[in-house]
């Protein structure tokens, strides 16, 4: 009787392991999710997140709450939720300013290193935010040939405005400089839409800037699209050719919006968690504010995420590398 009942005892221990993932994946969420973000509020990315926040505490039936926590280029949000507990509570909402370039660009020398690609576990791209090359109205650039045109005969006189050294958006210029052989002065702004806003009044001839920051101003005529860095062409201007149209071997630096949560995340939390952020991404209210905002939705799965997050880390390291770009100290 003694060994029936052990073996009994055995079987149901066995049994409750087996069952115990499942089980937490069916319950959980069972008390409110924390989202940190990277982006200062009302930033586009911010807004962008809230959208995918607020349908998401619909579906799961808990709060939702967002935290901005700007700082050190991405990474003060990223420690903080690499440091918390990988239960699916603590999310955040990054870029590839922390998980892309700051791997290739900053050196850590905090007493706390930082490494994305291990202390973090990525979830789901929301989706990508492209890059349009916009110029000046008064007719002197009427096309992206036309700028490498005129690059080309007056070597360094170009003004090329973008969001600072180091961004995706330099990144693109110093791609398309590698390609063609062409150079033009670049100048750095705190943000891509100051540089549109001196486009528009003609103090620079050409900005770099994401589409929905944009959009104001290319809707009031006031700066004209000649291309844009992504991979396909944008149903909001179809007839704006391409970079890559034109230079079949440019490749556009990533510029998108991602979830990420701890490493060593449970494998049914991670699931339970991608399928709801899918969910809250591609409801058509949802959909339709993310397409507003300028960005192109994508909800792929965690492993192509990974991927494509190294595949990029691989192509910003060639650009730093061929354009020698130097390596910073971060925190």
Request: include cysteine; glycine fraction near 8%.
């Amino acid at each position: 009787m003694n060994h029936f009942k052990h073996a009994v005892v055995c079987a149901l221990t066995v049994g409750a392991v087996l069952l115990a993932p499942a089980g937490r994946a069916q319950t959980f969420p069972s008390k409110p999710i924390r989202i940190l973000n990277e982006f200062s509020a009302g930033a586009g990315g911010d807004i962008i997140t809230r959208v995918i926040a607020s349908k998401l505490a619909e579906i799961v039936q808990q709060p939702v709450i967002i935290e901005n926590r700007p700082g050190a280029g991405g990474a003060l949000a990223g420690r903080m939720v690499a440091q918390s507990a990988p239960d699916g509570y603590t999310l955040l909402a990054s870029t590839p300013n922390s998980q892309v370039l700051r791997i290739v660009l900053v050196k850590d020398t905090s007493s706390n290193p930082y490494n994305p690609q291990k202390d973090l576990t990525p979830i789901m791209m929301i989706g990508e935010t492209p890059i349009v090359v916009l110029a000046r109205t008064d007719g002197r650039l009427k096309s992206f040939k036309d700028l490498i045109e005129l690059a080309r005969r007056n070597p360094g006189t170009l003004s090329v405005g973008h969001s600072g050294f180091g961004t995706t958006f330099h990144l693109d210029g110093e791609q398309v400089k590698l390609l063609t052989g062409v150079t033009w002065l670049d100048v750095p702004y705190k943000g891509g839409l100051p540089a549109t806003q001196d486009v528009a009044t003609g103090q620079i001839d050409i900005s770099l800037a994401i589409v929905g920051s944009a959009m104001p101003l290319l809707s009031a005529g006031r700066v004209r699209p000649i291309a844009v860095m992504a991979a396909s062409r944008l149903a909001a201007m179809p007839d704006v050719l391409t970079v890559s149209e034109l230079l079949p071997d440019f490749r556009p630096v990533p510029n998108w919006i991602g979830i990420f949560g701890p490493a060593n995340m449970p494998q049914p939390i991670l699931e339970r968690l991608h399928a709801d952020l899918v969910k809250a991404t591609i409801a058509p209210d949802s959909r339709a504010k993310i397409i507003d905002g300028g960005m192109t939705v994508v909800a792929n799965s965690p492993a192509e995420f990974a991927a494509l997050i190294r595949n990029d880390v691989e192509l910003v390291g060639r650009i730093v590398k061929a354009a020698n770009i130097q390596i910073t100290e971060g925190q």
